[in-house]
């Protein structure tokens, strides 16, 4: 069985490769091709820098590079942030054929890549995520942005990086919690599109959990190639991008409401999937075994099912209603018509979800 892969993202001259493996950090040349002329910053957090810096400037060999270590978690993901990555670029001399390296989680993927996407109206951009949820959902497909103090995301650009290397490898060291919490999203990927892949999660997610290698390829792949396929339809997000967005609607408002970092994104998105589920089945379209089936998976991934106690419904709706899905005023939802079958909704009662929120609360 092959233990790398490469995967294609189709945009055009804007196509550009995802390399999968484990060690890839140690393969220089693959870095090689998307690097600009200029200096190369990478930009990192304070956890992943001491593991994976060094290997990363090795493979930059004798390229001018400069780095920026930011400490981590959700809440870099702002207006400061975004200006201490154009201040580490002035202060690299960085020009237009300067490139931004991230190398880290999706906080740095996105605030970094953020930071490309504005930095002299645009220089290159290369995604090395070291997370599973980075690897399998944010380095893929060009989102980039920061958060407001009013809702996660809402500045940002889409931006494609030249290139993602996806060293399986890193996430030896993640902590168990963020491997889960990567887990979330490739769990979605299975819900919306894929219900072999759910089937093949149930008896795998012992595996993924113990790092398995074979296992852990296989999720990644399956994930990024679906990812893959929805970008190229729908780069910006027109129509069928907004699938990817299973539970993110409701997470989002459990991040925002619980202050940024205290519910990790992915686990937020858990509790999302899980409204989703139960409120597809208050509409008709989903079974409670459908939606037992949902949590059981879930459940077994070691992620939480229930919003948490303290949770405000009405603070959350209206958190929701300031999504960037919704248009002409209307909440627009990813909701299941079957496992494996997603689609957008827009008529979808405010009490119906409210009722949901309340119902989902951990008592
Ligand atoms: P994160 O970047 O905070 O990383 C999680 C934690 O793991 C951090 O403490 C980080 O330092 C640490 N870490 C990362 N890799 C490590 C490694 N190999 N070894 C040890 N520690 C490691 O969070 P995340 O879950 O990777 O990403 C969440 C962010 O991604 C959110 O801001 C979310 O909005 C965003 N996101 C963006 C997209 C997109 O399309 N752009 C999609 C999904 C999520
Ligand atoms: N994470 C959702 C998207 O990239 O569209």
Redesign the pocket.
């Known amino acids: 069985m092959s233990t790398e892969c490469q995967i294609d993202i189709a945009l055009g001259a804007r196509s550009y490769p995802i390399h999968i493996g484990s060690g890839l950090l140690q393969q220089p040349d693959l870095l090689g091709p998307w690097l600009g002329t200029g200096v190369n910053l990478i930009v990192t957090?304070?956890?992943?820098g001491p593991?994976?810096l060094e290997h990363l400037r090795v493979a930059l060999g004798d390229r001018p590079v400069a780095h920026l270590v930011i400490p981590?978690?959700?809440a870099q993901?702002c207006v400061a942030g975004w200006q201490q990555v154009h201040q580490a670029l002035v202060d690299a001399g960085a020009q237009r054929d300067a490139t931004v390296i991230a190398l880290?989680?999706?906080?740095?993927?996105?605030l970094a890549?953020f930071a490309a996407a504005t930095y002299m109206r645009g220089v290159g951009f290369v995604q090395v995520?070291?997370?599973?949820?980075?690897q399998v959902?944010?380095?893929?497909?060009g989102?980039?942005?920061i958060?407001l103090p009013a809702g996660?995301?809402l500045v940002g650009a889409f931006y494609q990086p030249r290139g993602v290397l996806i060293d399986l490898a890193?996430?030896?060291?993640?902590?168990g919690r963020?491997l889960r919490?990567?887990l979330a999203?490739v769990i979605k990927y299975g819900l919306i599109g894929n219900l072999d892949f759910v089937a093949w999660l149930e008896r795998h997610v012992d595996d993924l959990l113990a790092l398995d290698p074979a296992a852990l390829l296989q999720a990644v792949r399956v994930s990024v190639e679906h990812k893959a396929q929805v970008v190229a339809r729908d780069e910006t997000e027109q129509g069928s991008r907004a699938l990817l967005n299973l539970g993110h609607t409701f997470g989002h408002a459990v991040?925002a409401s619980s202050g940024y970092g205290e519910v990790?994104?992915?686990e937020a998105v858990a509790m999302g999937m899980v409204c989703a589920a139960s409120l597809s089945a208050g509409l008709g379209d989903l079974t409670p075994a459908d939606v037992a089936r949902v949590e059981k998976l879930i459940d077994r991934a070691e992620l939480p099912t229930r919003l948490p106690h303290d949770s405000e419904p009405e603070a959350l709706l209206r958190i929701m209603a300031l999504d960037k899905k919704n248009l002409a005023g209307r909440l627009r939802l990813v909701l299941l018509e079957r496992l494996g079958d997603a689609r957008l909704r827009d008529d979808v009662d405010r009490s119906q979800v409210l009722k949901t929120l309340t119902e989902l609360r951990q008592l």
């Open positions: 957090d304070e956890n992943v593991l994976y981590a978690g959700e993901k880290g989680g999706g906080v740095v993927g996105d890549g995520p070291t997370s599973l949820l980075a959902d944010s380095s893929v497909g989102k980039t942005g958060n996660k995301n890193t996430l030896t060291t993640l902590p963020e919490a990567g999203e991040e990790l994104h992915g």
